[in-house]
């Protein structure tokens, strides 16, 4: 079988490797942090920075096509690496879905609704869209934002400086607030042969910015759920994706606003481990290495609930509970906040 890069080493990639393997395939880890997660089930770990030419040809040299479950690869590695070997899904998906503003320009594009939205480099833009969009707002880094990092809620226009210093001096976009029913995100993915598959939209609810649980069937009706698949597939094909997404919607009552997308496999998309034959990492080595997608149809009601920080105690009772899975991701150290797990109760 060929060999999958993974740029990326955290849990996604540990989880990526495993489906590789079921499949035949070999994974071959890039990370420049010591002893990751995927380091226990990949076949081969290179260890190095992104900066480092050699260590990136090796790795290069090393496997038939690269794949990453990490965003925020520097983009010099990535200009080396794609005269090398294919890197799926493609750089510009993964350039838009970098920066928040040109992902909020792309979506609007496409004719798909996102929330009131400006570029805010400093003061003077900062006021400019207070004054045009209004509060309560949040202010958000353009790059580098995960788990509501590098965000500020603004709730009144007196507010806007403290936040705007809050993200000390980072290029930002301002985004009037969502006044959402709901939460729910489409995994949805795209075969090489153009072919399209998505996941029923779960749903999801944060707390403390990081996401707590995902729900699946999510409480939508039939025209919503239809609407979200349309849009991811919209995304998909606009961007001549190959891989695996995660789109973030909100409901409101009369619309459907896309947040953010993640050109990668999604948090929100763990429960497919129990819902679905072919769950979304399988999907993504699939669509990857050229394989049809696989049958992603739901088979259970699920709700995958994420084990961050202290959550870890409770495992020992959550091992005793029926039709529960648990799965874990081989961090040594627990830290307040820190993804440790996850486990999908079968509903
Ligand atoms: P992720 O870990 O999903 O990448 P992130 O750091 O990129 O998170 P967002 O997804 O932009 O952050 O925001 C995190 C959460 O904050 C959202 O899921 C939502 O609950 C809330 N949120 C973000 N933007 C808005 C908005 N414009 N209106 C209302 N709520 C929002
Ligand atoms: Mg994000
Ligand atoms: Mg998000």
Redesign the pocket.
């Known amino acids: 079988g060929a060999v999958i890069g993974i740029l990326g080493g955290g849990q996604l990639g540990r989880m990526l490797s495993v489906a590789a393997s079921r499949l035949g395939f070999k994974t071959h880890i890039f990370e420049p942090g010591a002893n990751p997660p995927a380091a226990d089930v990949a076949h081969a770990v290179t260890t190095a920075a992104y900066e480092d030419e050699a260590a990136l040809r090796a790795f290069a040299a090393s496997v038939d096509v690269i794949t990453y479950e990490f965003e925020n690869v520097p983009t010099s590695a990535l200009d080396l690496l794609e005269t090398l070997k294919p890197i799926r899904p493609n750089r510009r998906a993964l350039a838009i879905s970098q920066d928040r503003l040109r992902e909020k320009a792309f979506l609007s594009d496409l004719g798909l609704s996102t ?1 009131p939205y400006a570029a805010v480099d400093d003061s003077i833009d900062l006021a400019e869209a207070i004054a045009e969009i209004g509060c309560p707002a ?1 202010l ?1 880094t353009r790059r580098f ?7 500020a809620v603004i709730r009144a226009p007196e507010e806007g400086e403290a936040a705007l210093a809050s993200l000390s001096g980072a290029p930002a976009v301002y ?4 006044d ?1 029913q709901s ?1 729910i995100s489409v995994i949805g993915a795209r075969g090489l042969d153009g072919a399209i598959a998505c996941f029923d939209p779960g749903q ?1 609810v ?1 707390s403390n ?3 707590h649980t995902t729900t699946v069937p999510a409480t939508i009706s039939p025209s919503q759920r239809t609407d979200a698949v349309l849009i991811a597939a919209k995304i998909l094909n606009k961007l001549d994706y190959v891989g695996v997404i995660g789109v ?1 919607l ?1 409901v409101t009552k009369d619309a459907l606003i896309v ?2 997308f ?1 050109p990668r496999v999604h948090n929100s998309g763990h429960w497919t481990q129990a819902g679905c034959a072919v769950d979304q990492f399988e999907q993504h080595i699939r669509a990857i290495t050229g394989w049809p997608l696989g049958d992603g149809s739901r088979h259970a009601d699920v709700e995958m609930e994420n084990l961050i920080g202290d959550d870890m105690d409770r495992v020992p009772e959550l091992a005793s509970k029926p039709r529960t899975q648990i799965h874990l991701y081989g961090k040594a150290e627990v830290k307040p906040g820190r993804k440790m797990g996850h486990i999908n109760r079968i509903l």
Request: aromatic share 16%; hydrophobic share 35%.
């Open positions: 929330a949040i958000k934002g995960y788990d509501g990092k590098g965000q985004e009037g607030f969502v959402f939460e999801n944060h910015g990081i996401l973030e909100f947040n953010e993640a």
